[in-house]
């Protein structure tokens, strides 16, 4: 889950840390207050479109449960053009969060970055070996994933409950 701000739960104050984080990296360290509002306003309605749907009781919090079972309800079993578009939304803005030089496609360097700031490493080869088991030849001959290949090892990730399919370590080793 996308706890930005750590309090166990996903909240409105999770979207807009993710409009700040998405301005400043795409910025490349500058954020513009027009580019900030801009992904505000996207964020807020993401936050509106997923909170509709996950957020069971209504409390402006989404538990862990909640999002799990609202990923059952709307993605398993699904491909990615069937998921809601909060989610399809959400899932590219992701892959511009990932994407730091802005190419249009997410290298091993990106895929590292992203896995040591959510979670501790301590050895660089498990990250790589798992990034490996994402690429397919089209991918090693581009130099990582594109959108169009991350959305569908997303879709896989969300949508496929078995444990040996290579969307396992979109999000890093396990």
Excluded at 41 to 64: F, H, P, Y
Excluded at 86 to 105: C, P
Excluded at 150 to 159: A, D, R, S, T, V
């Amino acid at each position: 889950m996308y706890d930005i701000d750590n309090n166990g739960f996903l909240d409105q104050n999770d979207f807009q840390c993710m409009a700040i984080r998405a301005c400043v990296v795409e910025g490349k360290g500058d954020c513009s207050s027009g580019r900030l509002d801009e992904y505000k306003k996207l964020m807020k309605n993401l936050w509106d479109e997923i909170s509709a749907i996950a957020d069971d009781d209504k409390d402006g919090k989404i538990s862990n449960q909640e999002f799990k079972d609202a990923v059952k309800k709307t993605c398993v079993g699904k491909k990615y053009e069937e998921f809601p578009q909060a989610m399809r939304a959400f899932i590219e803005s992701n892959f511009k969060l990932l994407d730091i030089d802005s190419d249009g496609i997410v290298g091993v360097k990106e895929y590292r970055y992203n896995c040591i700031t959510r979670v501790a490493i301590d050895d660089i080869a498990p990250i790589d070996k798992a990034f490996e088991t994402l690429l397919n030849d089209d991918d090693r001959k581009r130099g990582g994933l594109s959108l169009d290949r991350y959305k569908e090892l997303y879709g896989q990730f969300l949508g496929n409950t078995a444990d040996n399919h290579p969307a396992v370590n979109l999000f890093g080793p396990l």
